[in-house]
C-alpha cells in the first residue's frame, strides 16, 4: 500500500482569515505563488472579524503541498486550520458500520431481541455450544487482527495508525463475499498477549484473518492458534500472498510451456509471505525451489539464528547450490520477489532462461520495473495495480472465508488453499490467458463464488468440513 502523495491530486484546505489584518487576495496570491490553482472556494463560517473557507486545490508535483503549507503560513492573519483530500475525507467517521438485520418496532420485537425471550437462546446455546454457528453473528463474522507491526509499506505504526487498514480489509470482506468483518488492533506486541488476547476474542466470531503481523512473531502466533482454537485462523499476508502467486504461476507456465514440477524458481526474500509462498509451491509439486535472502543462498549445510531460514535450507535447495541472487538466477525460470525494490537487475533476468517468469512482489516499489525488462521476459507480474498482472490479496481472503465459513471448517488447510489458487486460475480462460492476463481482476465477479465452490469441495474431501452443503 503506497502512503505517498501521488501526482496531479486535489485537496482541500480550511483557512481562517483575520479581516482586520488581511483579506482573501492574499491567500489566493500564496496559493498561486506555490504553484496550487483554486478550482472551488466555500465559505464555511464568517462575521465581522473573521471569515472561515474551504478552498479546492488543485496540485501537480510531490512537493506542492509543502510549498502551499509554507506559503500561507508566511501571511499575516491567515491560519491554516487543516489540510484534506478526497482521501481523508472518506475515512472521517471510519469505513464501516453496524446495523441490525430486523427493526425493533414495538415491545414484542424487544422481547424477542433481548429480554426476556432472548434467554431461551442462550439456554439452547449453553446446552449444546455449536448452536452458537446457527444462532449468533458467529456463522458470519471474521476479526481482523493486527498488532500494527509490519502494516505494509508503513512498518511498525502501532495498533492506532493500522485501524484505517483494518477497515478497510472489512470493507472488502463484506463488499466481495458478504462477511461480516470487524476491525481489532491490539495495543500489544508481545507475542503470548496477543495469542491470549485472540483466544478470548473468539467465541464472538467464525473466522481469524491475522494481519500486518511482523516475522517471525506472526509464525509462532498463528501457529498457536491454529492449534489452540476450533476456528479458521489465517494470516493473509503469508497465505493470501501464496494463494494468489501460486495462481498466476499456474497461468504464467502454462503460457510459457512449463511444468512446476520441472521449473526451476528462485524466491528472493525470506520472511512471511516467502516462506508460506516456497511451502505452497512445494505442496503443488514443484522440485527445484532456491531461496535466498541477507547471507545468500539458504543451504542446508549452513545453521541460522532465524528459525524460518533454517527450514528453508532444509526442506529446499536440492542440489546444494551457493552463492548469492546472481548465482540463484543463472538459468532459472521463475523468479519470485518478496523482498525490496530494485535488487533485481536486467543483467540477472538475462541470465535466466528464454522468456523467464518475473514476479516482482515487493511494495511500493518493485525489485525491478516491468519497463526495464519487458523485451526479454516471458511474463511480468507485482504487486502494484498500476501494471498488468498485479498479485493482489483481494483475490483470495474473501472467497477462501466465504467457503471455510459455509463449510464451518476449523482450519484452512494446504488442500484448501490449493483449491482457492485453482479456482482463481481457472477464472480466465485459455482463449482469454496472455503474457498481460494471467491473474484475474480483483472486480471479476466469478472468482469469490468459483473460489467458495472449490474450498467447499476440497474441506469435504480433506475431512474438515462440518457441514454438508448440496451445491
Known amino acids: ?113 433481548y429480554t426476556p425471550d432472548v434467554a431461551r437462546v442462550c439456554q439452547a446455546i449453553h446446552k449444546d455450544p455449536s448452536k452458537a454457528h446457527t444462532l449468533t453473528i458467529k456463522r458470519n463474522t471474521v476479526a481482523v487482527v493486527s498488532d500494527g507491526s509490519a502494516v505494509l509499506g508503513l512498518g511498525n505504526i502501532g495498533p492506532h495508525a493500522a485501524m484505517p487498514v483494518m477497515e478497510g480489509k472489512a470493507m472488502l470482506f463484506k463488499q466481495f463475499a458478504d462477511v461480516d468483518a470487524f476491525p481489532i488492533c491490539l495495543d500489544t506486541q508481545n507475542t503470548e498477549e496477543v495469542i491470549a488476547a485472540v483466544k478470548h476474542l473468539a467465541p464472538a466470531f467464525g473466522g481469524i484473518n491475522l494481519e500486518d503481523i511482523a516475522a517471525p512473531r506472526c509464525f509462532e502466533i498463528e501457529s498457536r492458534l491454529r492449534k489452540e ?34 521449473a526451476r524458481i528462485v524466491v528472493c526474500g525470506i520472511g512471511a509471505a516467502g516462506t508460506a509462498c516456497t511451502k505452497m509451491l512445494l505442496a503443488g509439486g514443484a522440485k527445484y525451489v532456491v531461496g535466498v535472502d541477507r547471507p545468500g543462498i539458504l543451504c542446508c549445510d549452513d545453521q541460522y539464528d532465524n528459525s524460518m531460514w533454517q527450514w528453508y535450507g532444509e526442506n529446499t535447495n536440492p542440489t546444494g547450490l551457493r552463492g548469492g541472487l546472481k548465482e540463484a538466477l543463472e ?29 516482482a512482489m515487493a511494495n511500493p516499489e518493485p525489485e525491478i520495473r516491468p519497463e526495464l525488462i519487458e523485451d526479454i521476459v516471458g511474463v511480468f507480474a507485482t504487486g502494484r495495480s498500476d501494471y498488468p498482472n498485479q498479485i493482489n490479496n483481494v483475490l483470495c481472503f474473501p472467497g477462501i472465508f466465504r467457503g471455510a465459513l459455509d463449510s464451518r471448517a476449523p482450519v484452512i488447510n494446504e ?12 477464472v480466465i480462460g485459455e482463449d482469454e490467458l496472455n503474457r498481460m492476463y494471467i491473474i484475474p481482476s480483483v472486480f471479476n465477479t466469478k472468482v469469490v463464488e468459483e473460489v467458495r465452490r472449490r474450498v467447499i469441495l476440497a474441506a469435504q474431501q480433506s475431512g474438515v468440513s462440518r457441514r454438508q452443503l448440496r451445491e
Not at 521463475?334 to 514476479?359: C, N, Q, W, Y
Not at 488442500?415 to 481457472?426: G, H, N, R, Y
Open 331 to 359: 538459468g532459472a525460470d521463475v523468479f519470485i520477489g518478496v523482498s525490496a525494490g530494485g535488487l533485481l537487475t536486467r543483467e540477472h533476468v538475462m541470465s535466466m532462461t528464454k522468456d523467464p517468469i518475473v514476479f
Open 415 to 426: 488442500a484448501m488453499k490449493l483449491a482457492a489458487a485453482e479456482a482463481i486460475a481457472s
Open 229 to 262: 482454537l476450533d476456528i479458521p485462523v489465517f494470516h493473509d499476508d503469508q497465505h493470501g500472498t501464496a494463494v494468489v502467486l501460486y495462481a498466476g504461476l499456474l497461468n504464467a507456465l502454462k503460457l510459457t510451456g512449463r511444468t512446476l514440477s520441472e
Open 1 to 113: 500500500m503506497e502512503m505517498k502523495m501521488a501526482d496531479g491530486k486535489t485537496i482541500i484546505l480550511r483557512l481562517e482569515i483575520d479581516t482586520q489584518f488581511a483579506q482573501f487576495g492574499l491567500a489566493a496570491t500564496a496559493i498561486e505563488n506555490a504553484k496550487g490553482d483554486i478550482v472551488a472556494i466555500d465559505v464555511i463560517q464568517t462575521d465581522r472579524n473573521k471569515s472561515i473557507r474551504d478552498l479546492t486545490v488543485k496540485i501537480t508535483g510531490p512537493d506542492v503541498e509543502e510549498r502551499l503549507t509554507a506559503a500561507l503560513e508566511a501571511v499575516p492573519g491567515i491560519r491554516l486550520l487543516h489540510t484534506s483530500d478526497r482521501t481523508f475525507l472518506l475515512h472521517l467517521g471510519g469505513k464501516i458500520t453496524i446495523q441490525p438485520k430486523t427493526p425493533i418496532q414495538n415491545r414484542d420485537d424487544l422481547s424477542r431481541v
